[in-house]
């Protein structure tokens, strides 16, 4: 992975089919612990969903598109991401671009076993609703097991927590659990 003249990665959809990558996933590298995957632009990454226990380094500051989770709702980022003290710059003046999700809102929805280091995040919204009783808010990590954060500053960042939860006539309870990583 890494370059067009690559061979072809299959990787799985949203919709549990395979389909081959054929473009830059990263600016390269291998994602061993010798040769980290390198992310220089927002494309490279949101790729992190397809290899999520392998190593990364941040070699250039990032402008998201939008503020959208790297990870799907149902997976678990296990690898490791050095920030090399770059800027990961949210979308915080795009009201229509906030996190939004039932259940996990941030840019890594879970984590087991990861870790995060020398990374600056600014200028997000996390905003969440959910259709269940239980929300996890982070802007960095949503919900987080057994996983490293070193070196992390979060700056110029706001939280929008709609704690009501009303499905139809029901009126339910939300447990919040909410911090800035």
Do not use: W
């Not at 390198?38 to 998201?64: E, G, M, R, T």
């Not at 990870?71 to 678990?76: A, C, D, I, M």
């Not at 600014?122 to 990590?141: H, Q």
């Amino acid at each position: 992975a890494g370059s067009l003249s690559s061979p072809l990665t299959y990787c799985m959809g949203d919709d549990g089919k395979l389909f081959a990558l054929n473009f830059d996933l990263f600016g390269s590298g291998d994602g061993s612990t010798d040769n980290s995957y390198i992310i220089s632009d927002y494309n490279h990454l949101k790729n992190i969903k397809y290899f999520l226990n392998a190593n990364y380094q941040i070699d250039n500051d990032i402008q998201l598109d939008e503020n959208c989770p790297i990870t799907l709702e149902n997976q678990v980022f296990s690898g490791t991401i050095n920030g090399n003290y770059h800027y990961i710059q949210g979308c915080s003046d795009r009201a229509d671009n906030v996190f939004d999700s039932n259940g996990y809102v941030g840019l890594f929805n879970k984590t087991n076993g990861a870790k995060f280091s020398n990374i600056i995040l600014a200028g997000f919204n996390v905003s969440g609703y959910v259709n269940s009783t239980t929300l996890y808010l982070g802007t960095l990590v949503a919900y987080a097991e057994n996983t490293q954060f070193e070196n992390i500053k979060i700056t110029s960042s706001n939280f929008v927590i709609n704690k009501s939860n009303t499905i139809g006539q029901i009126r339910n309870e939300v447990n919040i659990y909410a911090g800035g990583l």
